[in-house]
């Protein structure tokens, strides 16, 4: 992303090396320098909201906060629009 976030990333109990392949991704340069991202793990699994629950917990102070779906795919500069229309005068 070209806009500085903190991520959090929530492997719900997989068994197929989506924690590893996370960390392993998130420790090359892939974002806005002064981003953070970290994994969280639940095991087992406890379904869709227990794991956006447990990334909402670490990240309490979010604004905007965004919530992405495994199957998504934002484009690079997604956050920076998402952020430039929420600081447009009478959208929020």
């Known amino acids: 992303?070209?806009?500085?976030?903190?991520?959090?990333?929530?492997?719900?109990?997989?068994?197929?090396?989506?924690?590893?392949?996370?960390?392993?991704?998130?420790?090359?340069?892939?974002?806005?320098?002064?981003?953070?991202?970290?994994?969280v793990r639940l095991d087992p699994n406890r379904g869709s909201a227990a794991a956006r629950n447990a990334g909402l917990e670490l990240l309490p102070y979010a604004d905007p906060l965004v919530l992405l779906d495994v199957d998504m795919e934002p484009a690079p500069t997604f956050l920076a629009a998402l952020v430039a229309a929420l600081d447009e005068p009478g959208v929020c």
Request: hydrophobic share 45%; proline share 5%; charged share 25%.
């Open 1 to 39: 992303q070209t806009a500085a976030a903190d991520w959090v990333f929530v492997d719900d109990g997989s068994d197929d090396g989506t924690e590893a392949g996370l960390r392993a991704e998130i420790a090359r340069p892939w974002a806005h320098p002064a981003s953070t991202a970290r994994v």
